[in-house]
């Protein structure tokens, strides 16, 4: 970079920590509001103007002002053009110091004149540098006491010293009043100390000339930040970039490969050099400073593949494809490891900038090992497993979200992998070489027999359900991670396996598995179905759960002859693509109308209290014998999952006492021979959900009836509560149909 002309050695201002003793860049020392002073004070002339005899300043740092070197004005401020070119008496210093016309000068700000202190202001230095006959006096020591140059305050830290210069304006009436007043102040990020800006020699990269290539990458489309907000925020900085002071006054890091001769000379070089190459003296100092960490790690995409040499591993893995990281590095790190890269190689290092939120406690504090709120993810991990914890977070975590956590919220990753666990242990128990998979802990036991191989003739309605639902889940899972929603992703592959897989497609199998139809060649078609199913489950979840897939998926491979599971590893095989040839529409929408029986039947009995070992009589009408005949087709299954005795298929019901239904879209199904006690709980509760729903409706029907509240609430809002209202009272509605039917005995 110094020999391509981008780094250079000034004297500027920096942002400097006194504790540390060390210079940071603007993205080191994070501004932070605190509650301040506006302190105005008054500036003698050095000869009156008429009858104007002082000016008066605003500060928010009173002590700087030993070191000022000017008065500013704005030239367009009328109040002032008769003033410009005079002097003024600098108080308790009774220095002259001249009034300068300058369009920095912020017309509202305080009295709309600023002192001009060049040494220990960025904006003031930058207006000696248009005026530089008014020079620069730097008034602090590297740890923040005032220095010779603040006369009779020498020694003084500077807070101290802003005390005891207040103390002095206001013993000499120079005071004219001090204001409460909010502002921005930088923080020194390693230990919070409020940073000085701080005139130093220090070494600068020059950003623009790397900045416009990074923007000019991004707007062509090579970089990208997701969540998309992320893209503005990279934009602005690199817009508004300043040149970066990477030269530290600390003990650790790389030391800057500079020495410096007697003979005046500053040597930068590659290697350490013996001498001279001017005057040939070996009378060398090196200097001290070491190198800003970021400037050492923005290197990391290349240098850890062994750059600057054209290794293999550098043409292989660079570029590389996604940097996964925190919002709060954007600058420190991401944005310049994009510059380095297009600067070093021509090239971006990663396309794609996946910015993760903040873990926090489940009431949004941010989890920290100093407030000691953090939840140690080893001990979670001991308790439910890696794996657990993973897919927990994950799930509960929207995309670029913050993550809110408790202990209470893994069990959903514990009670999921336990699913998992049990599910695929019973599916493996019924493949034709029986080899139980054990529980934790105990020994594996080995396979007996050949093994099987899949077979997917004569598909039931049942197994083409069940395959479409897992060629949808494939699409989901893949488009989710494409895009980066991986709690989407999650959430789809723990819907499969729970509810479609193991509620609904195991729960199926379960009397053909047993032998209960006493047909081989289907048994033989279901295995084939739950093992491909598991297959293609576990190399979704294996990101997500990379134990629990791998020692299940290589216990699959165990019992099946089939060569996608013949790879050593779940991580070596294919990514599932959808199969056209499984995707089976018609009959998924038929095996959704058996479903809707079965939810239909388990609600009713849910709503009566009435026990599921209970046998059931059912009746299903329907005004359409195509739906008749697409439901009845599943009567044993439907008999298997709800525990009833015998299902009535009509077309037109005649409803009696002791009958409570459900309706849906296509068809209705009413349970018969309701015991009374339990129509007469159903009633009990109808009434009190009606009672909590009249009194809803009411008081909103109040607030809506309330001219002040619509005149005065936000559009909205109102609009929302009227939404609300509507609702409540189709529901009350409902709820007041249902209570005549069991008050008429089910009719």
């Known amino acids: ?83 410009i070119g005079k002097r003024a008496i600098l108080p308790l210093v009774n220095r002259p110091i001249p009034i300068i016309a300058d369009d920095f000068v912020d017309l509202d700000f305080g009295t709309g004149l600023v002192k001009v202190t060049p040494a220990h202001d960025p904006n003031d230095f930058a207006f000696q540098s248009r005026h530089p006959e008014i020079g620069l006096i730097n008034i602090l020591n590297p740890d923040g006491t005032v220095n010779e140059n603040g006369g009779s305050y020498k020694g003084l830290d500077r807070f101290e010293a802003r005390k005891q210069v207040v103390r002095d304006l206001e013993s000499k009436e120079l005071l004219v009043k001090r204001v409460s007043h909010l502002h921005a102040v930088g923080h020194c990020y390693r230990c919070h100390t409020i940073v000085e800006p701080y005139l130093s020699k220090q070494w600068f990269v020059k950003m623009k000339p790397m900045a416009e290539k990074a923007l000019k990458a991004h707007r062509e489309g090579k970089t990208k930040f997701v969540p998309e907000r992320w893209n503005k925020v990279y934009l602005n900085w690199l817009e508004g970039i300043r040149d970066w002071c990477i030269s530290r006054q600390i003990w650790w890091g790389h030391q800057i490969p500079v020495w410096y001769c007697e003979c005046g000379k500053t040597i930068v070089s590659r290697e350490d050099p013996t001498q001279c190459p001017h005057c040939k003296s070996k009378n060398l100092k ?33 570029p590389t494809s996604v940097l996964v990281t925190a919002p709060e590095i954007i600058f420190f790190w991401v944005a310049r490891m994009i510059m380095a890269g297009l600067e070093f190689t021509g090239e971006v290092p990663f396309h794609t900038i996946y910015i993760h939120g903040t873990v926090r406690t489940d009431t949004g504090q941010k989890m920290s090992k100093s407030l000691g709120n953090a939840i140690d993810p080893l001990t979670v991990i001991d308790e439910i497993g890696a794996d657990a914890l993973r897919f927990s977070i994950v799930m509960l975590t929207a995309s670029g979200q913050d993550a809110y956590l408790s202990h209470e919220k893994f069990e959903l990753g514990r009670n999921f992998t336990n699913k998992i666990w049990n599910a695929s242990r019973f599916v493996i128990s019924n493949f034709p070489s029986p080899s139980p998979l054990p529980l934790r802990g105990e020994d594996k036991g080995e396979g007996e027999g050949e093994k099987f191989k899949l077979s997917f003739s004569n598909l039931s309605l049942d197994d083409k359900w069940i395959l479409t639902e897992l060629q949808e889940t494939i699409q989901k899972v893949t488009r989710s991670i494409e895009e980066f929603r991986f709690n989407d992703a999650a959430t789809a592959l723990y819907q499969f396996f729970w509810s479609a897989f193991c509620d609904w497609y195991i729960e199926l199998t379960k009397p053909i598995l047993n032998g209960e139809e006493g047909n081989l060649n289907r048994q033989a078609t279901v295995r084939s179905v739950l093992a491909l199913v598991l297959e293609q489950f576990f190399k979704m979840l294996h990101p997500f759960m990379p134990f629990l897939s ?146 809803y409706t009411k008081s909103l029907g109040d607030k809506l009836a309330n001219q002040n509240f619509t005149a005065r609430a936000p559009e909205e809002i109102v609009a929302d509560m009227r939404e609300k209202k509507e609702a409540a009272e189709k529901e009350l509605l409902a ?13």
Request: glycine share 6%; with cysteine; charged share 30%.
């Open 286 to 318: 090196r200097d001290p400073d070491v190198l800003d960490t970021w400037f050492s790690s923005w290197l990391w995409p290349f240098s850890t593949l062994g750059w600057p040499e054209k290794t293999k591993d550098l043409d292989y893995f660079y």
């Open 1 to 83: 970079l110094y020999e391509r002309g981008l780094i250079y050695q000034g004297d500027y201002i920096i942002n400097w920590c006194p504790r540390c003793q060390t210079a940071l860049s603007d993205e080191e020392a994070a501004h932070k509001e605190i509650e301040g002073s506006l302190y105005h004070i008054r500036y003698p002339l050095e000869k009156a103007v008429g009858e104007v005899d002082h000016l008066v300043v605003a500060t928010t740092r009173p002590e700087t002002m030993l070191g000022d070197t000017a008065v500013a004005v704005n030239p367009k401020d009328t109040r002032y053009q008769h003033l």
């Open 550 to 695: 791998e020692e299940i998926w290589n216990r699959l491979k165990e019992y099946i002859d089939d060569p996608s599971f013949e790879k050593s590893s779940i991580m070596l095989s294919n990514w599932p693509k959808p199969n056209p040839s499984f995707h089976f529409k018609e009959e998924a929408r038929e095996v959704a109308l058996f479903q809707e029986a079965v939810t239909g039947i388990r609600d009713i009995r849910a709503r009566l209290g009435i026990s599921p070992k209970e046998k059931l009589d059912v009746v299903i009408t329907s005004h359409d014998s195509g739906t008749l005949k697409r439901v009845r087709q599943f009567e044993s299954q439907i008999t298997h999952l709800t525990n009833i005795v015998r299902i009535e298929w009509v077309d037109r019901v005649k409803k009696g006492a002791g009958m409570i239904g459900k309706v849906f879209a296509d068809m209705e199904i009413f349970v018969t021979g309701v015991p009374q006690a339990n129509l007469n709980q159903e009633q009990e509760k109808t009434k009190k959900k009606i009672g909590e729903l009249e009194a």
């Open 735 to 747: 709820h007041r149909e249902n209570l005549a039917m069991l008050q008429g005995g089910g009719n």
